[in-house]
C-alpha cells in the first residue's frame, strides 16, 4: 500500500486523524509534516513526524517521493481569527500549498483530502438552513481562501481527473488540542474555562448561534467520504456538513446542568464580525444522500463528553 501523508499533523484535526489512521493502518504507513515536532511525540504509536513548512514546493515533493506517498490529507490551515491578523499568511498556507498538493497529484496519481468551511459563506448567503449552492462572496480571508481551495479542487477533478474530496466544516469541537485562532473556538475554551474557573468570558455575544460538530463525528465523516466509491459523489468542490446549531447562551446553559456554578460573560472581539456574516445553520442533505452521512454526537452527548474527557486530562 502507498502510505498517506498527512499536513498540519499536529493541529487540531491533524493530531485526531493521525491517531485514528496509525491504528487502522499501522504506524509505518503514516507521515506527518508540520513546522515543529511537539515534546514527547511518539513515532511509534503515530509515525514519522517531519518539520516541513508547506509554503516550501520541494520539501513537499521531497517528503511524497521518499515515503511513496498514495493519498494526502492536506489539513494545514490558519484559520478565521489568526488569518484576519495575517490575510498574506493565509493566503500562502491555505491556498498556494494546496495547489502544490493538487499539481502533485496530477502528476503522480495521488488521492487528496481538503478540509473547506462554513466559512466560504457571507452576509450574502441565506442564514439559515444554507444550501449547498448558493451565493460565496465572504468577506474573511480565510473564507476567500476556501472559496479558492474549493475551485480549485473543484478545476483539477474536472480538468485533470484528480480524486479530490472535501468538506465544508462547521466549528469543530475537541479536547485533544488547545484552541488555535478559529471564530468558532469559543465553544472550545468554555470547556477549559468552565473546569478550571467555573466561568468564561467569551469573544462572541450571548446570542451568536453557529454550526458545529464534536470531533470523532469529523473524523467518522472524512473516513466514511475517502471511502465511498468515485462515482457516488457529486460534489467535488466540497460538501456542506453539519451535526448541531447552538448559541453561545445554549452552550452555557448545558454546561451549567454539569457545573452549576458556571457563569458565562461576553466581550465581542474582532471575530463577532466573522460570525456574524456566517451560517447559523447548514443544510447537508446531498452528503447525507451521495454518501449517507449521519451525525452522532448532540449538544448534550457533545457537552458530556468535552467535559468527562478534559476532566481526565
Ligand atoms: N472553525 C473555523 C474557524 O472558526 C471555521 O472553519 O476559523
Redesign the pocket.
Known sequence: MKRILITGANGQIGSELRETLAAQYGSDQVISIDLNKPAGYDAKKLGVLESVDVTDRQAIEKIIDQYQVGTVFHLVGI???KGELNPDLAWNVNVSSLKYVLDFAKEKSLRVFWPS???VFGPTSPKEQTPQITTLEPTSI?GVTKVAGELLCNYYFNKYRVDVRSLR?P??ISYKTPPG?????YAVEIFYEALKRQAYTSFLKRDTVLPMMYMPDAIRAILELMASPSDDLTIRTSYNLTAISFSVAELATEIQKHIPAFQLSTDPDHRQKIADSWPRSIDDSIARRDWGWRHAFDLSAMTREMLKNLQAQ
Open positions: 484559520l478565521s481569527g468551511s462554513i466559512a480565510y466544516f466549528g469543530l485562532g478559529g471564530t468558532t473556538d
